[in-house]
């Protein structure tokens, strides 16, 4: 009962008197939870892994806002993955992901990238997120490949992230 009653305050929104940040908007909260779907979900097929069907999600709060993504591969457990808001990006908010799509990777390493639009208390920007696994390893964030590829000039479209990776054979 006490769970029910805390999920119609969170719905209810905050009491009087408390605002939003002008970027986010109010919280939203569904019956799965606070995280809801950022677009719309793709099928990527990996070499070794088959067919992945991926998410983005965002969860709103007062002060800021994390993304994730849902991977679900065709056999096998769902993993959620937080690739804004945590980590490299800890001190970023998540306002929409962009873009996002398969990225070359070396033999036996599956890669999906990302393209956000990220806030912090001073800027707004663009963030590249990379996702990796092997085949005994759950999908985990690339930070370095993502810092790598976000400190390049001209690299804001997957489409440069590729032929850069493919360029480079990192």
Known sequence: MRAALALVA???GPATGQ???PYLGPPVATAEGPAVRDGKAATLV???LGAVSVQPLIQRTT???QCAVRLRPLHGAAQVVTTIGTGE???LSCGKVRAFG???A???VSRIGFIYRAYSPNFASEAVVVLARTATTPWRVDDALADRLADRPGLRTLPDMRRYL???GI
Request: glycine letters at 8%.
């Open 106 to 108: 070396p033999r036996g």
């Open 10 to 12: 969170l719905l209810a």
């Open 46 to 48: 990996f070499a070794g």
């Open 166 to 168: 493919m360029k480079t």
């Open 19 to 21: 605002s939003y940040s």
């Open 89 to 91: 990006t800890e001190a």
């Open 63 to 65: 002060r800021t806002a």
């Open 102 to 104: 398969r990225l070359p």
